[in-house]
């Protein structure tokens, strides 16, 4: 498998909730050359895997079990792309649909159908375990049949500029209409100068915070905000209700945020004929740093953006957006729709080529049963189908795992 990338994918199951023909997580080589890609046969049998999230050391995946009673079970990988099963824990509310690694000592779980943002704690060795810190909300949105009451659906990472240790989670709510901000603290990194003795760290000298919530971010009534995309001092949402995506000024200094505004998820030609549309993922697609790719959850200085393309995958519309990143990250411009590739495009990954290798999208048609591969313009930023299709019983989240490093570091 030398020079393929390791792709893992999550699915509906039986005894998941909504339910769907797929047996848990498969694997998917992907040659980033042609954008070919080759089914790896199933690598957890697990239920309703529908979001996926990587810890880098030890090499771990971390699942949501998607149903009433929810859960979240975490897998070693090992060289040969295998998963074994290390422990499951519960996500501490109902229906978990998103989960984020936030170090060595935690991650986060957005429980959807009861709103609850969870802080569930991890071993050295990335075993989850508990008990974990659940965090409910309160609201509703103008939008009665989805909006009844808080619905957490995803989780992205802000830094704070005051204290190298501190982060700012955000939590997209559904159901609200917000943005919920919480403070959490990281471990220092080796070699770093504590400020804090006696336990104490962070501004003024204070204790290190517990995660809770600090304040909201109000986005317009009936946005329904699904997924969302941190650019150093601003924050793109994808609203799932009202099929716009929001741009909000940032403040890392005091996790304040301000809505600045919005425009349609997709252009005005695929709108005239889409009777419903509903985004989905957005992402934002950064060039290198320093020599190297930038992945998700890197530490970047919180001033830094990328004159950069967001992409954002449309349901209903059965597209993937590209917007051109203006203004220093203020404002977005549509370029373009291309074909997701297949029918409800729910997820979607940038694998990055090294080399001299292109960049792709790697699309989770939920509705097409199967995954679609779109080869990103180097000059323009805006992906084009290879035509390249694999078949996968409702694909619904698509991880990237760098399985070489992973390789070189059981071989060291």
């Not at 404002?331 to 029918?343: C, S």
Request: charged share 20%; glycine share 14%.
């Amino acid at each position: 498998m030398d020079g393929r990338r390791l792709l893992l994918v999550g699915t509906y199951t039986p005894d998941s909730d909504p339910p769907g023909e797929g047996e848990g997580v498969y694997r998917v080589w992907f040659d980033p050359e042609t954008g070919v890609m080759t089914h790896g046969g199933l690598a957890a049998r697990t239920p309703g895997p529908s979001f996926l999230a990587f810890r880098p050391d030890p090499p771990t995946v971390y699942a949501v079990n998607e149903r009433a009673a929810g859960s979240l079970t975490a897998f070693r990988v090992g060289g040969d792309a295998s998963l074994t099963g290390i422990g499951s824990v519960p996500s501490g509310g109902g229906s978990p649909c998103h989960v984020r690694n936030l170090g060595p000592e935690q991650v986060a779980v957005t429980n959807y159908a009861d709103g609850v943002v969870s802080f569930v704690p991890t071993t050295p060795d990335g075993v989850p375990t508990g008990p974990s810190r659940e965090l409910r909300h309160r609201g509703s949105g103008p939008v009665t049949d989805r909006q009844e009451s808080p619905h957490a659906h995803s989780t992205a990472v802000a830094l704070d500029s005051d204290d190298p240790r501190l982060r700012y989670l955000l939590a997209a709510d559904l159901g609200t209409d917000e943005l919920r901000v919480y403070h959490y603290a990281t471990p220092l990194a080796e070699g770093s100068e504590d400020d804090g003795q006696d336990g104490t760290a962070g501004r003024d000298g204070g204790a290190d915070p517990e995660p809770g919530l600090l304040r909201t971010v109000q986005l317009p009534p009936g946005t329904g905000p699904r997924h969302l995309a941190v650019n150093g001092r601003y924050v793109y949402v994808a609203g799932e209700l009202d099929s716009r995506v929001h741009v909000v000024r940032w403040n890392p200094r005091n996790g304040t945020g301000e809505h600045l505004g919005s425009l349609p998820s997709t252009g005005a030609r695929t709108a005239a004929t889409t009777d419903a549309n509903f985004p989905a993922e957005i992402t934002l697609h950064r060039l290198k740093v320093e020599g190297r790719d930038i992945a998700d959850g890197d530490v970047l200085p919180p001033t830094s953006t990328y004159e950069g393309r967001v992409y954002v995958s449309n349901r209903g519309a059965d597209v993937i957006s590209t917007f051109a990143v203006r203004d220093g990250g203020a404002r977005l411009d549509h370029l373009a729709d291309t074909p997701a590739g297949g029918a409800w495009p729910r997820h979607f990954t940038v694998v990055r080529g090294h080399n001299g290798q292109p960049d792709h999208l790697v699309v989770a048609a939920q509705n097409g049963g199967s995954l679609a591969s779109l080869l990103i313009d180097p000059d323009t930023g805006i992906p084009a189908d290879t035509g390249h299709r694999l078949e996968m019983p409702v694909p619904v989240c698509v991880l990237p795992v760098p399985i070489n490093r992973i390789r070189r570091s059981s071989d060291g």
